[in-house]
């Protein structure tokens, strides 16, 4: 297993710390997380240490994209590896921030959606002997989603101090953008998605 990998699985490992951070029912075995107030924001800690790992998985994500490409050592394993890993880290995350009523269900909804499709146009595309690359506007949706994400677990601060809900907004964005992007993978596949004949070896 070459460096890439292992950072893929240590963002796996981190996200399961992430989900158990909390999911998990602390107050049930007599464990409590202490509060703060910051300019009348009542902040829990819990979701500040959540959001710290969250930061740190996210940050192997570009590390072991990056290291791949440098080092040559880009494999089908860790492709897998590495889709599953964003996708574990970062639709649980949503997911349960809603549940906790941080953000609207919407969201989760949209992203989970939008990533199954695009999945689907790209195992499709493969299928048929295409890689399907990055576009803009997906890289805008990753972007915005993983600021909203981060600025969500940090309770909007310090823009909630002023009264702009700036994580809201990016969540929003990126929902937007997530819908562009679908649209936009399905009409560039959308001839190969729709043509029968495959590539075969």
Same mark, same amino acid.
């Given at each position: 297993m070459n460096l890439p990998t292992k950072l893929t699985v240590l963002r796996l490992i981190l996200s399961i710390v992430v989900i158990g951070i909390l999911c998990f029912p602390f107050y049930d075995i007599g464990i409590t997380f202490p509060n703060f107030t910051v300019g009348g924001v009542l902040v829990e800690v819990q979701y500040l240490i959540a959001g710290v790992i969250f930061v740190?998985?996210?940050?192997?994500?570009?590390?072991?994209?990056?290291?791949?490409?440098?080092?040559?050592?880009?494999?089908?394993t860790g492709k897998m590896l590495d889709a599953i890993a964003d996708k574990v880290l970062v639709n649980s995350v949503l997911i349960i921030l809603?549940?906790?009523?941080?953000?609207?269900?919407?969201?989760? /909804?949209? %992203? !989970? =959606?939008?990533?199954i499709i695009v999945n689907a146009i790209k195992m499709?595309?493969?299928?048929?002997?295409?890689?399907?690359?990055?576009i803009?506007?997906?890289?805008?949706?990753?972007?915005?989603?993983? /600021?909203? %994400? !981060? =600025?969500?677990?940090?309770?909007?601060?310090?823009?909630?101090?002023i009264g702009i809900n700036v994580a809201e907004i990016l969540l929003y964005l990126s929902c937007v953008f997530s819908i562009v992007s679908a649209y936009q993978y399905y009409n560039m596949n959308k001839s190969i998605i729709f043509n029968k004949s495959e590539i075969t070896i």
């Open positions: 740190i998985a996210s940050l192997t994500d570009f590390l072991d994209g990056y290291l791949a490409r440098k080092n040559n050592q880009v494999t089908n809603a549940a906790h009523g941080f953000i609207n269900v919407i969201i989760p /909804v949209i %992203i !989970v =959606l939008r990533d499709e595309a493969a299928g048929k002997g295409k890689v399907v690359a990055a803009g506007s997906g890289k805008l949706k990753t972007a915005t989603l993983m /600021v909203g %994400i !981060v =600025l969500t677990f940090c309770y909007n601060l310090p823009f909630e101090l």
